[in-house]
């Protein structure tokens, strides 16, 4: 099983759809993190959780919102967005007391 | 706050040919410094990795020295193959306001191989 898993890979929306990214880590990490990478930009960190306590947001827009049931899954729930948030999303995670990060595959999403 | 740069792309070089992709950084304390992969497709690989100074990350035929005194982190490859085309990101980690160790990557580079 691949240490980190994402789902769907890809997602087409329209922008009054309501859909999740789901990611799911298998390594026993505690943190989990939501990227966005978009074509000629920087990747952005956009939340992170800590033992399903989210520490981080990066001043993203409300349309975004993360979900951490527990250390092994994270969601992030889409509504109302915009095509500029067309993206490849990424989840990864990390040990607690660690500073690697290992990364899923990603969800190439699509908003029309 | 923090910040890396590295060169921008693109990189196109023959098989076999020497690759070099600098990497400069600034950070208040002592991070640890990371080359990350990204395969077409796909997400981001830890490629190599450096925690302290005159360290040497190496994998794959990569390499990569931690230099304090440049604050550089230069990613090397003495014959590259096709297989290696990819982007390439170098990063930093820095405690952030938890226990976390937040990444600031650079902009990234993309390699292309030719046969």
């Known amino acids: 099983e691949t240490g980190v898993t994402q789902t769907p890979r890809h997602l087409v929306m329209g922008m009054t759809n309501k859909k999740s990214l789901k990611c799911e880590q298998h390594?026993?990490?505690?943190?989990m993190y939501w990227y966005k990478q978009s074509a000629k930009k920087p990747l952005e960190l956009m939340f992170v959780?800590?033992?399903?306590?989210?520490?981080e947001n990066n001043s993203v827009p409300s349309r975004f919102s993360p979900e951490c049931p527990n250390s092994s899954h994270l969601f992030l729930h889409l509504h109302t967005l915009q095509p500029e948030d067309s993206a490849l999303y990424l989840c990864?995670?990390?040990?607690?007391?660690?500073?690697?990060?290992?990364f899923g595959p990603g969800t190439r999403l699509t908003v029309l | 706050g923090n910040s890396v740069t590295q060169m921008e792309g693109p990189v196109t070089l023959s098989e076999e040919a020497f690759l070099t992709i600098n990497c400069t950084y600034t950070?208040?304390?002592?991070?640890?410094l990371f080359w990350y992969v990204q395969y077409p497709g796909e997400g981001l690989q830890l490629l190599l990795k450096?925690?302290?100074?005159?360290d040497k990350g190496s994998n794959k035929g990569f390499e990569a020295t931690y230099r304090k005194e440049t604050t550089s982190f230069h990613l090397e490859k003495g014959s590259v193959q096709v297989s290696d085309s990819a982007v390439y990101f170098c990063?930093?980690?820095?405690?952030?306001?938890?226990?976390?160790?937040?990444?600031?990557f650079g902009k990234g580079t993309l390699l292309t191989v030719n046969p």
């Open positions: 390594l026993g990490h505690n943190a």
């Open positions: 959780y800590n033992f399903k306590e989210q520490t």
């Open positions: 990864a995670s990390s040990l607690l007391e660690g500073n690697e990060q290992f």
């Open positions: 950070a208040t304390g002592y991070p640890s």
């Open positions: 990063a930093l980690s820095d405690v952030s306001g938890g226990s976390n160790y937040k990444l600031t």
């Open positions: 450096a925690t302290k100074a005159d």
